[in-house]
């Protein structure tokens, strides 16, 4: 060892860096780490770069060997008893954390026999041990974790506390994590974040806890699909803008549970287990002010952005104002961070021609360009003790605009046909919701909620498009010139009201539930068409029409449950009658334009309808309902009556009816649900659910009126049409450890469907096609996933999450082509492996790589079976070097090897942003460049078994953009005002 000391001091140095390298060698050796390695690499480096960059990668690779060598692996076990009946302690919580600052390292919970173990690596010579246990007195003890890497602590024993009420925990400190028997709970001040950190910033500091580039929060594996900001929800159904916005400085608690109702958590029924809410307490002592956040960006192509989130807290008093836009194809409320704005892919797919497509924006496709702008306000207090009233309402707007070019070669059975055409769309939308909540528990067993809901939408569209039609020999076979303006003017009204009685002490109640709702669409649509069919049977169709039209949907639900106890808390039986009844009224009045008027008044009765309908359903259920400590099951089987009419009322200028339909079909159903979940122990857990559904076709599907409004394709309704039935079965089993982040999910699930409506088609010599609905039977899907994940905590800075998994699916589908009918069965197996290296503060690497294989064969020679194979690899990273300034990347790599001659096989989206911090974080100044390799590109080849096409349309393309956003922060104690004002 000496010997290769003194080699290293040996070493020939630069004068210019001598201070610098000796205080290198003198901290490896210090160190004990392997000095020949760090010998031979600082000369390589130094070959291989100048002085300058000699000193900073000598720097990062000193750091991080000694990082590496610094940290060492402990296992720390015991067994927690109670200190006077000896009894294990289940479900106990063991934290391990720094001395220093009380920083959680790990932790973990005690098993059924009260064993627990803590391992992971550290830094840290010593360590404090924190175990607390609902109603006992807490343990703590100091760990030296230089001595050796095995500790084991033997039994220890807690002693009963006698202050302490139900699960409230009396102690001088709080500890991190708290298992209770439905609630999971963090305690915000022991986990370490940034300065000035946000909701999101802590929940990725949670153990157990993922949080999404497009703010997606996953606990445990199960998505996050509530917030509550002190057990209410904090404004609207999306979960980003508490995530984003809300400060971990007002946080006092994160709570994590199952998704319920208010209904469900009033009565103690079991939530939805697959799904989880997030409760954020916020402290009495900072319940009081204003906060919020303003954005705004401008960049290249008159590129813009701007947002703004106002929130004033006043205890029970909660009032929240936003707004916001864009031209950037960003859909919702945004603050221009890279993940919000466009980083927020989880889903990309490619053609076989080269393009691809990321949640739903097409790369090589159009989506055309959108300006959207959004504002609102939500109001939240409560009247009293016993009453909780809020409200809501928003405002979002957009405008659209697209050109799209296309040429396809259509496939027959017999013959094919090729089609050209030019389209543009102008579209515009504004729409208008409010929601209210009111709630009163008048005591302790009864409850009533109302929920009005009013929305209004007002839309405009300009469309125009220039088509032509040739055979195989290339001769005109048909051409049509169309302009279109379409007004749309949409109300939506719905109330529901929600009366739920307690009785007994077993877990009985007696539920009603009402539910009206009123849907009224009016629309106006302008046409002016030009349609020529060449051949022996030539003819020319010339329009210039106005379309009255209305359409009309009431609906009234009701039910009524009873659940009646036969094992107190435990087992149920459960009876509900529901009643339903949907009115529909379709109304299309179509109107010629009058040369001698020069208005639209000559009704054209063969394009109108007035056709109505009723869907009348009653539907009695019983079934029974088990809940204990580690089993949740349920069976119920109900009984459909459904009743189907309609009848055209439409009449001419005689008082006649245009067309004699009147028709009135009963079906009679069963339905069926039943589920099973089942806790092997904290980590492990099965889940099934089964149902079979009964759903009635759509009012204009049914109708037989003849839409002639297209003259290339009319469509007819069927009015013999019968209800799809569904059966549906979904499987999963899970073994997850959220103390260590690791384990594995995996699940199953099939549906088999009979009388599916589809559509049926067929096509003359003229290619002029016509549309018609029928039954088909055959049609299932099957899929699966399995997932294992891997966490691997180097030390108490350093970690890596590996993750590998499966997904699969089986799909068959029936449908009809000219007459035809057939059937096609596509395969798709999807293998994926993604990697998440984080170093604490310093920088994250995100690895990702899937391949997917899809085939797809068909039952009838007429169409060729195809395979595809797609590539995709990602590469996310995320750097904070200085601590003021990040600097995020996303790339994405798209790889398919069965592209057509002439296209690209590959392409690369390259997404970047550089955020620098200022005044004590709350400004943020960030320049970031969507498309920076400039991929997105406008033209396309697609293909399906009956067509190949080649499109170019409008795209978002490269732009660079400047934003800048501030936070300010007011809270503090009721009554008080916080010293630091948002002004300062």
Not at 208 to 220: L, T, Y
Not at 807 to 815: E, I
Request: hydrophobic letters at 35%; one cysteine or more.
């Amino acid at each position: 060892m000496e010997a290769i000391k003194q080699e290293v001091n040996r070493a020939p140095i630069v004068e210019e860096d001598s201070n610098l390298l000796s205080l290198c060698v003198k901290y490896i050796l210090k160190l004990k780490t392997n000095f020949l390695v760090i010998y031979y690499l600082r000369l390589f480096v130094y070959q291989s770069t100048s002085i300058m960059n000699y000193r900073l990668l000598m720097s990062l690779v000193i750091g991080f060997l000694s990082l590496t060598v610094c940290s060492q692996e402990f296992k720390i076990t015991g067994n927690l008893k109670d200190g006077i009946e000896k009894s294990p302690l289940e479900a106990a919580t063991i934290v391990l954390e720094t001395i220093k600052d009380s920083t959680v390292i790990t932790y973990t919970i005690s098993d059924r026999d009260g064993y627990f173990e803590l391992s992971g690596r550290t830094q840290l010579p010593k360590a404090n041990l924190f175990v607390t246990f609902v109603g006992y007195e807490s343990f703590e003890q100091e760990i030296n974790l230089s001595d050796k890497s095995d500790i084991d602590l033997g039994t220890v024993y807690l002693d009963f506390m006698v202050e302490s009420l139900g699960d409230v925990v009396v102690k001088a400190r709080t500890p991190p994590v708290i298992i209770k028997k439905d609630t999971l709970e963090f305690n915000a001040a022991s986990f370490k974040t940034k300065p000035d950190a946000t909701l999101e910033d802590l929940l990725k500091e949670l153990p157990g806890a993922e949080v999404g580039e497009d703010g997606q929060i996953r606990i445990n594996g199960k998505p996050v699909n509530q917030i509550l900001v002190n057990g209410k929800p904090f404004f609207s159904d999306d979960p980003t803008i508490a995530t984003r916005n809300l400060t971990k400085e007002i946080i006092n608690k994160i709570q994590v549970v199952d998704t319920k109702t208010e209904s469900q958590e009033f009565t103690g029924e079991e939530g939805d287990a697959e799904n989880k809410t997030i409760n954020i307490t916020i402290d009495e002592d900072k319940n009081k002010g204003i906060f919020g956040r303003v954005a705004a960006g401008v960049g290249t192509d008159e590129r813009f952005e701007y947002a703004g989130l106002l929130n004033y807290f006043d205890n029970d008093l909660r009032i929240s104002v936003l707004g916001g836009g864009n031209n950037i194809n960003s859909p919702g409320f945004s603050f221009g961070e890279i993940q919000k704005m466009f980083g927020n892919a989880s889903y990309m797919s490619m053609d076989g021609n080269g393009s691809f497509n990321i949640d739903g924006r097409n790369f090589g496709s159009g989506q055309g360009i959108t300006n959207s702008r959004t504002a609102g306000a939500n109001v939240a207090n409560n009247l009293g003790e016993k009453i909780e009233i809020s409200g809501d309402y928003f405002y979002s707007g957009s405008d659209s605009f697209e050109e799209t070019t296309r040429s396809r070669e259509n496939i027959l059975p017999q013959n094919r046909f090729f089609s050209e055409s030019f389209s543009t769309s102008n579209t515009s939308s504004d729409n208008h919701s409010a929601n209210m909540r009111f709630q009163a528990k008048i005591d302790s067993t009864l409850l009533v909620e109302i929920l009005p809901r009013l929305n209004y939408q007002q839309g405009t569209n300009f469309n125009s498009e220039n088509s032509s039609t040739r055979n195989e020999s290339g001769e005109l076979v048909n051409t049509s010139n169309f302009d279109n303006k379409g007004l749309r003017t949409s109300r939506d009204f719905s109330t529901r009201l929600t009366t739920t009685k307690k009785y007994g002490s077993g877990g009985g109640f007696v539920r009603v539930d009402a539910t009206v709702s009123i849907n009224d669409n009016d629309r106006d649509d302008y046409i002016d068409s030009e349609t020529q069919v060449f051949g022996d049977d030539a003819q020319e169709t010339i329009r210039n029409q106005f379309t009255d039209g209305n359409d009309k949907i009431n609906n009234i639900k009701a039910s009524a449950t009873w659940r009646l106890p036969l094992i107190a808390k435990k087992l149920h039986l459960e009876t509900q009658y529901e009643f339903n009844v949907e009115d529909r009224s379709n109304e299309q009045l179509v109107y010629s334009f009058n040369e001698d008027t020069q208005i639209y008044d000559q009704i054209i009765l063969p394009q109108s309808t007035d056709f109505e309908s009723r869907n009348e359903v009653s539907r009695p259920e019983i079934g029974l309902k088990y809940n204990s400590k580690k089993m949740n099951a349920g069976l119920a089987i109900a009984y459909v009556n459904r009743t189907l009419t309609g009848e055209e009322m439409l009449s001419d200028s005689k008082g006649d009816r245009v067309r004699n339909i009147d028709f009135e079909n009963n079906f009679d159903a069963f339905e069926a649900r039943a589920n099973l979940r089942y806790s092997f122990s904290k980590k492990m857990s099965f889940w099934s659910n089964y149902r079979l559904s009964n759903t009635a076709p759509e009012v204009r599907q049914l109708s037989p009126y003849v839409d002639v409004s297209d003259p290339l394709n009319t469509i007819q309704g069927n009015p013999n049409l019968n209800p799809t039935n569904r059966h549906s079965l979904y499987m999963g089993l899970n073994n997850f450890d959220w103390a260590t982040n690791t384990g594995y999910y995996s699940y199953l699930g099939m549906s088999f469907t009979n009388d599916r409506v589809v559509n049926q088609t067929m096509v003359d010599n003229n290619f002029v096609r016509s549309t018609t609905f029928t039954n088909v039977d055959g049609i299932y899907d099957i899929y699966g996933s399995l997932s294992y994940s891997k966490n691997f905590q180097l030390d108490s800075l350093r970690s890596v999450k590996a993750d590998i998994g499966i997904d699969a699916n089986l799909n068959r589908y029936v449908n009809f082509f000219n007459a035809e009918q057939y059937a096609n069965l596509t395969k798709t197996y999807t293998p994926s492996i993604n990697f998440r290296f984080v170093w604490k503060d310093l920088f994250e690497f995100r690895p990702e790589y899937r391949i997917n294989f899809t085939e797809t064969s068909f039952n009838r020679d007429f169409f060729e079976g195809r395979s595809f194979t797609q590539h995709n690899l990602r590469l996310r990273t995320t750097t904070y070097l200085p601590k003021w300034l990040t600097w995020e990347n996303d790339i994405r790599y798209v790889y398919n090897p069965n592209v057509s001659s002439g296209f690209q096989k590959d392409a690369v989206f390259w997404n970047t942003s550089l955020g620098y911090s200022f005044m004590n974080d709350k400004s943020l100044l960030t320049f970031k460049v969507y498309d920076l390799l400039d991929q997105n590109t406008n033209s396309r080849r697609n293909a399906t078994q009956s067509y190949v096409e080649d499109v170019q349309s409008t795209v978002l393309r490269q732009y660079f953009m400047l934003s800048f956003s501030y936070k300010f922060n007011t809270l503090g104690k009721k009554g008080e005002v916080r010293e630091n004002s948002w002004w300062d």
